[in-house]
Nanobody
Framework: QVQVVESGGGLVQAGGSLRLSCAAS????????TAWHRQAPGKQRELVAHISSLGRTMYADSVKGRFSISRDNAENTVYLQMNSLKLEDTAVYYCYAGAWGQGIQVTVSS
């Protein structure tokens, strides 16, 4: 059974940084594509960043140049480094690695 647990969220001021972690079990992440999505209040869930099994990455236009997705195969963990955070980055962030995580809140304050 695949389980995914996100961590690293919280409250940060605009312009700051956070790193989200997504620890997976029951799946070997480097064999699969994994992704981070987010859902802001009143909005649909949207794809933020994706990393393929080959390590190719893609990003939503709104986060290009600010966010970076990576993985540590030894730790079976996917990361989302978020820099230069903006108010509009406030959302619940979800990791998908064969299953959805429970989501983690990221709040950016002015």
């Amino acid at each position: 059974q695949v389980q995914v647990v996100e961590s690293g969220g919280g409250l940060v001021q605009a312009g700051g940084s956070l790193r989200l972690s997504c620890a997976a079990s029951g799946i070997t992440i480097n064999n699969y594509a994994t992704a981070w999505h987010r859902q802001a209040p009143g909005k649909q869930r949207e794809l933020v960043a994706h990393i393929s099994s080959l390590g190719r990455t893609m990003y939503a236009d709104s986060v290009k140049g600010r966010f970076s997705i990576s993985r540590d195969n030894a730790e079976n963990t996917v990361y989302l480094q978020m820099n230069s955070l903006k108010l509009e980055d406030t959302a619940v962030y979800y990791c998908y690695a064969g299953a959805w995580g429970q989501g983690i809140q990221v709040t950016v304050s002015s």
